[in-house]
């Protein structure tokens, strides 16, 4: 350091900054300050509208230096934070970034010690400023009003924790350049026509409009994107700390869609909990248990009707598991499956082939009779997709035990049940399919869609079908050795 | 059938489209709107414009052109045999509606999905036709995130590239037979296939912006892709093998974890028990030890448990550090940048802020404890100059001391 002579010993000094955000300035008589060896704890800056009568005793005329020319240092990352700290609203932000500077005349590398205090704090200020900078970013919400001449508007209201409206105003400019819009705050207010950016001095929430209809659409969609069977509270809180919310059009919404999560949550878990009550939460592990549980499920609409369950039957270690679509009326009455016309057609068929039915497990992939009434005849009705997949936990329960190599399902229910999606008979027929537990599946018509048809038709599919069963019998005899 | 209004399409489209975790808006190339005719810009950073109470960032307007499908997922609400209410938007009505939206603030940009209607193919001309709109109709320079079909064909999967910032395949669930049992119609080929096709096609843009300054970009913030967590049997080990085969094979930026959650409706051959949502959070955990902390696949297999899953009261980190323990205590005035980011509870700007300070100062515990959360969590896998954890690494019940005392409650356990 150069000579002190021209400082006057004991003398204090005031710098009254014109604009609250001037890095320009402060950086001009932070230079000429450390040039004339003025101490930190000698200079007071003092913000626009700051009390600057404290220091009233200090000298208003700075010091000049006798030797300008003498550098004074600062390393980058330095200038980077002082260029934000400027903007930040702590009153002593230019005595901060003052004393650094100076202590950096010493220690040029001070800024990578950031287990130092002051360090620590400068960073922390700098982390602030980027971060209401970004909140601003995310929060500010424009309303369009339209003027006399038709053109839209767009003004939004803001409040800024710190003094960024300057700083940001090129983010808005770059991402709605033609657009014509206004930003609002206590802290000043930056407008855009287009062309030019204006500003004008500080506003009030009133000046700003009070409304816009896309808020409605913007709320909806709020709501709706929120999914009630995650509430994470503390993490939105976080990121969106309750000072926004009253700027913001949809944080109206927050109290009662937490109030309503944990009702919509429970509502789809009941929901739930009528397929998956406790007894799903083990399978049954033999058949005769299968069947008690069946009696009493109810978990679908059909094992509501007046009907009851009809349980599979054969051998628990067949080599075939044949499965149809569900009972009918004949089955129902009994308890057995295939007992009824469709039965006596397959029955037929396996002789045909030379299929033992004594061999084979028998089973549907539904296990109630799904019915309308129609005077005194139940008419049959196809179970939908849903109730299939309901069942599915049974029919899946039953295969785990009878570990079939061969599974033959008649019809497209019976194939949907296995595979978990609708396919087409004609298409997958003829052909077995890999199931996931290393069995095979093969699929043919239900015999129940041939006695529906007559003459060619019914000719044509009687000879497909006993083909298929014919396959089915080679494929056990393959496997079989 | 009723005639719906926007607002009630917005409702059932929106809420259709809550299941997919990805609202990022990062990574893209920079752009703005001036010198255009629209609005719009993309500065690298993505811009979280809202929260929803279940802390997920609202970034993008992300909805479904349509809830329409004829797959049949079993995990998915929109699933062909869902009882579920069903809407349509046309491509104009999302672009307008993504511009209005836009031109408030509230958003970075859209992010576009769908159910399967007619075919793939049809789809698929529609999410194309949407961005279209947007790029060329309107001049739009915002995000636009695009789902992409794995079944369509790739000339609409490259036009999709062309319009978009990020395109996504979702795996939807980390093993095939997984795969083949809940989502019958899709297959892991054809996805991985997808997901190859992309990966060349965006290096192939890559290079050709070197050699030609208009060459066009080929979505500039890559490609992403989500697993459902909780819905088939894998387990962690499972999953994290999976994510990082996917960025490596892929060049994925993200792979998004979503824990399967109770979906109305919801099918029977689904699991019981809904994944605990910490489940989800850990594997993001080890997905950051994968990408930024150095950790092999491998050595996040090793953290988990017995079952092949990562513990829940304790986070991975800790976990793998509490199983080598050999390997602490870490001197932190002398250790290599590599072993202090393996340190439970340094982060990578905690690792960083002590390299720069050791220069000036050798570290006492007490300036460790400015650089980092919880000193106490540190303590015993570090020395400073005033701290030898001594017994304590190796302490039998250190894991009971680390772990957060009170554990929360589920509040539909049963």
Sequence with gaps: MTALSHVKLGTYYVVHMPEPDDFAFWRERARQLVQCDVPPDRVAWVEPGGNGSLFSHGDKRLPVPEDDKQIIRASKRFLSIAKNVCHHSDPERFSLLYAMLWRLQSNPRLMEDKADSQVRRLEDMDKSVRRDAHKMHAFVRFRMVEDDEGNEHYVAWFEPDHHIVRREAGFFVRRFANMHWSILTPRGCIHWDGETLRESGPAQKSDAPQGDPAEDLWRKYYASIFNPARLKIGAMLKEMPRKYWKNMPEAALIPELVAGAQKRESEMVDAGASLFGSEFEDRPETLAAIDKAIHGCRKCPIGNLDNQAVMGEGPDNAALMIVGEQPGDQEDQTGKPFVGPAGQVLDAALAQAGIERRETYVTNAVKHFKYVQRGKRRLHQSPTAKEIDVCRWWHEAERAIVKPKVVLALGASAARAMLGKTVSISKVRGEPLALDDGSELWVTAHPSYLLRLDGDAKAEQERLFAADLAAVKDRLAQLAQ | ?414
């Design chain 2, 1 to 414: 059938m009723t005639v719906l209004d926007t607002m009630q399409k917005l409702e059932i489209l929106a809420d259709a489209a809550k299941y997919d975790a990805s609202c990022a808006s990062s990574g893209t190339a920079k752009r703005n709107s001036t010198g255009g005719k629209g609005v719009g810009s993309t500065e690298g950073m993505g811009i979280c414009h809202a929260y929803a109470p279940d802390g997920r960032c609202i970034s993008l307007l992300k909805i479904l052109l349509t809830n329409h499908c004829i797959f049949d997922c079993h995990y998915c609400i929109n699933r062909k045999s869902s009882n579920v209410r069903r809407a349509r938007f046309t491509p104009r009505e999302v672009a307008d509606l993504t511009l209005t939206f836009y031109r408030r603030n509230y958003i970075e940009g859209l992010f576009l999905s769908s159910g399967i209607i007619k075919s793939s193919n049809h789809t698929m001309e529609l999410l194309v036709e949407t961005a279209r709109i947007l790029r060329e109709e309107h001049d739009f320079r915002g995000y636009i995130h695009l789902k992409t079909i794995p079944e369509a064909d790739p000339e609409l999967a490259h036009q999709a590239g062309l319009y978009a910032d990020r395109v996504s395949i979702n795996v939807e669930l980390p093993t095939d037979s997984g795969l083949t049992r809940l989502a019958p119609d899709k297959n892991s080929r054809q996805i991985e296939g997808a997901m190859g096709g992309m990966k060349m096609a965006i290096r192939q843009s890559k290079d050709e912006r070197k050699r030609f300054k208009h060459a066009p970009r080929f979505a500039p913030g890559g490609q992403s892709t989500q697993m459902i967590v909780g819905a088939d049997a894998a387990t962690d080990s499972d999953i994290v093998g999976k994510a990082s085969r996917l960025y490596g094979n892929f060049k994925l930026r993200r792979v998004y974890y979503s824990a399967f959650s109770p979906i109305p409706d919801a099918s029977a051959v689904l699991p019981l028990k809904r994944p605990p949502l910490m489940r989800e959070h850990r594997l993001y955990q080890s997905d950051w030890l994968m990408r930024f902390y150095g950790f092999a696949p491998q050595e996040v297999m090793q953290a988990t448990e017995a079952d092949g899953n990562l513990p829940l009261d304790i986070d991975p980190k800790l976990a793998w550090a509490l199983k080598f323990r050999d390997r602490f205590p870490v001197d932190v005035n002398r250790a290599s940048r590599e072993d202090l980011l393996r340190v439970p509870g340094l982060g990578t700007r905690a690792v960083g802020q002590i390299l720069a300070s050791r220069r000036h100062r050798t570290l006492r515990l007490d300036d460790v404890g400015k650089l980092t959360v919880s000193v106490a969590k540190v303590r015993p896998f570090i020395c400073t100059a005033d701290w030898r954890p001594t017994l304590l690494t190796d302490r039998a019940d250190l894991r009971s001391l680390l772990a957060p005392k009170q554990e929360q409650l589920e509040l539909f356990a049963a």
